[in-house]
């Protein structure tokens, strides 16, 4: 980037210009229409200016270049983007794991380090600077460009995958900053300022509203519920912050929903009480220790709720409890469902997933469940939450030899040896091929029933049927993971 200075100045000095400004108008030729003549007028309820809060915090605000090892192929975007897929399994308390959104990055095969940008800012005057994980993730060398034209090179303070949040640091004294320590709430509707570093144009300014938020299944992590804005924001925009009016911090940009990879108004951002504890803790140790109970929960579906007789979709159902683990220790099991977690009620896998990671290990988590249709309640021992490659279950699943015989809900079934029934055949036109269930499928239980025999799943669904219920929740295992399915109880369209 040899004209970086001249870019950074041309874009320091348009800044105000990218501005909504009052009392100025450009003319199709170009030329500035002085107060007086014929202006464009702000938005209703936006300031007349944006330029008091920019010149505030814009000199906090970094370029961060990387050098990262060579890629074998392409890929697309320099900042976060993707599209939902459609039927996506729920998350799990233990990965927190909901999926969404594919996150790519932007570059170019060749033999030499590629050569990546972001953004980032100083959180303090002696040179910690946040940014997003992805930005400096696997970077063999960072070097952080600021607003009055250093050039500094940056190493790893520390990363959390799980949120996209890294903290790099500088060498150095008297940095402008910005802090947390007053962080604002934002609400749907509020005027936003995103700066950054797209497309390597340091020191952008763009302005938009507050989109939404509590954003979820916009990224694979159960511990950020995303802010949603429209202010613009595009490759090389990832890590940088977002203010509100005052100058406080409430968000860092992290991803953009696009079919392009450019900005159609759609950007995401961690809010700043997440970040701002992430940072806390890399600063303090270098890591975030999130705490674990050692079971895997599911969101609890309108449907799943009705095939298991609950009246309330509130909660969410426990797949697997690791029976060495802190769940087990304290009573808690498969099939239970968790309506709060130290008192805050949880409608989601991810809500759990949040509130057993507030934890640290060896804290009490007060867990209350529905078991059997009454509340119970569990004081668990929070463990230490595992790295993500510890928490993947091998399958270990051998191929069963008893023949399969035909059983309810349109499925071909046969006694697995390591307990449950496999399924080897599937009636295309049952609900339970439309729900996804296919052969190598183990199905454990059928509601509270284990099951080991194709009669054991008719018992179960026969008394379902008396109980009045539409359908049965199957608990299913593929691939090391359990998910609880409610399958029709209604026999395939002929």
Same mark, same amino acid.
């Given at each position: ?60 605000? *970094? ?129 936003? *300022?995103? *700066? ?44 940088? $912050? ?59 579906? $309108? ?18 409890v690791n029976p060495d683990g802190p769940a087990a220790a304290a009573g808690v099991k498969s099939g239970d469902v968790i309506l709060t977690v130290n008192g805050h009620e949880v409608d989601s896998a991810a809500a759990v997933t949040r509130q057993v990671g507030m934890a640290k290990p ?39 030899? $008893? ?18 029934? *496999? ?16 052969p190598g499928d183990v199905i454990l239980k059928a509601g509270a029933h284990e099951l080991a025999s194709a009669g054991d799943l008719a018992d179960a669904t026969a008394q379902a049927k008396a109980a009045g219920r539409k359908s049965v929740p199957l608990l299913v295992l593929r691939g ?11 026999? $395939?369209?002929?």
């Amino acid at each position: 980037m040899t004209h970086r200075k001249a870019l950074y100045s041309a874009a320091a000095g348009a800044l105000a210009a990218a501005m909504f400004a009052s009392g100025y108008a450009v003319a199709q030729d170009g030329a500035v229409n002085a107060p007086g003549q014929a202006a464009v007028s702000p938005a209703p309820g936006a300031p007349a200016s944006f330029a008091d809060i920019v010149a505030k915090v814009a000199p906090a605000v *970094v370029q961060i270049d990387v050098e990262e090892k060579p890629q074998p192929v392409s890929e697309m975007g320099g900042i976060p983007f993707g599209f939902t897929i459609p039927g996506a399994p729920g998350g799990d308390g233990q990965d927190g794991g909901q999926q969404g959104p594919f996150s790519f990055r932007f570059v170019q095969p060749q033999q030499g380090p590629v050569e990546a940008a972001g953004s980032g800012f100083f959180v303090s005057d002696d040179g910690y600077i946040v940014t997003n994980n992805h930005v400096v993730d696997g970077a063999q060398k960072i070097t952080v460009h600021t607003s009055d034209d250093r050039t500094l090179t940056a190493t790893v303070v520390g990363q959390d995958p799980s949120t996209d949040i890294a903290v790099i640091k500088v060498t150095g004294t008297s940095f402008a900053y910005v802090s947390f320590e007053n962080r604002a709430q934002p609400r749907v509707g509020d005027w936003v *300022v995103a *700066v950054g570093n797209p497309f390597g144009l340091g020191g952008t300014a763009t302005a938009g509203i507050v989109s939404a938020l509590g954003r979820q299944n916009v990224s694979g992590s159960s511990y950020v519920d995303y802010m949603q804005i429209d202010a613009p924001i595009n490759h090389g925009n990832s890590g940088g $912050p977002t203010f509100d009016l005052e100058g406080h911090v409430v968000g860092v940009n992290t991803a953009i929903f696009s079919p392009s990879g450019g900005s159609v108004g759609i950007g995401f951002d961690i809010p700043a009480d997440v970040a701002a504890k992430v940072t806390h803790d890399l600063i303090a140790d270098g890591k975030v220790t999130r705490g674990f109970i050692g079971a895997t929960v599911q969101t609890l579906t $309108p449907e799943l709720a009705d095939s298991m007789g609950l009246t309330s979709v509130k909660g969410a159902i426990v797949d697997q409890v690791n029976p060495d683990g802190p769940a087990a220790a304290a009573g808690v099991k498969s099939g239970d469902v968790i309506l709060t977690v130290n008192g805050h009620e949880v409608d989601s896998a991810a809500a759990v997933t949040r509130q057993v990671g507030m934890a640290k290990p060896g804290e009490p988590i007060m867990v209350r469940v529905k078991r059997g249709g009454v509340a119970r309640d569990f004081t668990i021992k929070s463990g230490l939450r595992p790295d993500q490659a510890s928490l993947v279950t091998p399958t270990g699943q051998a191929a069963p030899e $008893p023949k399969a015989t035909p059983g309810a809900l349109g499925l071909e079934l046969a006694p697995d040896p390591k307990g449950g029934l *496999v399924v080897k055949g599937v009636d295309p036109k049952s609900d339970a091929a439309a729900k996804g269930l296919h052969p190598g499928d183990v199905i454990l239980k059928a509601g509270a029933h284990e099951l080991a025999s194709a009669g054991d799943l008719a018992d179960a669904t026969a008394q379902a049927k008396a109980a009045g219920r539409k359908s049965v929740p199957l608990l299913v295992l593929r691939g090391g993971q359990r998910i609880y399915v409610p399958i029709d109880l209604a026999p $395939p369209a002929a």
